[in-house]
T-cell receptor, first 114, second 116 residues
Framework: AQSVTQLGSHVSVSEGALVLLRCNYSSSVPPYLFWYVQYPNQGLQLLLKYTSAATLVKGINGFEAEFKKSETSFHLTKPSAHMSDAAEYFCAVSDSGGYQKVTFGIGTKLQVIP | SAVISQKPSRDICQRGTSLTIQCQVDSQVTMMFWYRQQPGQSLTLIATANQGSEATYESGFVIDKFPISRPNLTFSTLTVSNMSPEDSSIYLC?????????????FGQGTRLTVV
């Protein structure tokens, strides 16, 4: 069985500060990992995904995430927060690479303070 | 890529009634997925809908409660039947779109349902 734990349902950062959203996963096979962002009244949008290639994955809008097998983590970071980054972020895991059996985390709401 | 239009975006319904949610995709896709996001919880897959066959439901979800139609490769509906306040959630449609050797999931904006 696979699962995802997102630490912190709400995170607040100041504009210009580092963004760090934590995600730990559990999977019985080498996982495929995803980060999605959901802006208010919009659908989920893929930020980035890890599919067993480079462990440091770069996504859209300046976000990146590093796959650490030893820590079973896939934390999302951005060096400098922008007001437009305020949204809800979901970490997700799949054991197949496809999307038929994707397990999502509970989500982290990011607030950016001016 | 795929652009998904989901209707309605929100609704307030009386308990005991039913609501049908529509999902329209701008391209033909083989598989469509329906998710539920209950307040304070993660997205949960309800069922997978393939064109021309019955939907495949996940554990805890049944066809009588969540009937799904998939009449063609660009459209699907999810009905929430005999609603109760516990059905108050966001319902999302998703498709898997292939681009070369890669695939990506695309989501509609969701339907926010409140049952009173």
């Amino acid at each position: 069985a696979q699962s995802v734990t997102q630490l912190g349902s709400h995170v607040s950062v100041s504009e210009g500060a580092l963004v760090l959203l934590r995600c730990n996963y559990s999977s019985s096979v080498p996982p495929y990992l995803f980060w999605y962002v959901q802006y208010p009244n919009q659908g989920l949008q893929l930020l980035l995904k890890y599919t067993s290639a480079a462990t440091l994955v770069k996504g859209i809008n300046g976000f990146e995430a590093e796959f650490k097998k030893s820590e079973t983590s896939f934390h999302l970071t951005k060096p400098s927060a922008h007001m437009s980054d305020a949204a809800e972020y979901f970490c997700a895991v799949s054991d197949s690479g496809g999307y038929q059996k994707v397990t999502f985390g509970i989500g982290t709401k990011l607030q950016v303070i001016p | 890529s795929a652009v998904i239009s989901q209707k309605p975006s929100r609704d307030i319904c009386q308990r005991g009634t039913s609501l049908t949610i529509q999902c329209q995709v701008d391209s033909q896709v083989t598989m469509m997925f329906w998710y539920r996001q209950q307040p304070g919880q993660s997205l949960t897959l309800i069922a997978t809908a393939n064109q021309g066959s019955e939907a495949t439901y996940e554990s805890g979800f049944v066809i009588d409660k969540f009937p799904i139609s998939r009449p063609n490769l660009t459209f699907s509906t999810l009905t929430v039947s005999n609603m109760s306040p516990e059905d108050s959630s966001i319902y999302l449609c998703s498709v898997e779109s292939r681009a070369g050797y890669d695939t990506e999931a695309f989501f509609g904006q969701g339907t926010r349902l409140t049952v009173v």
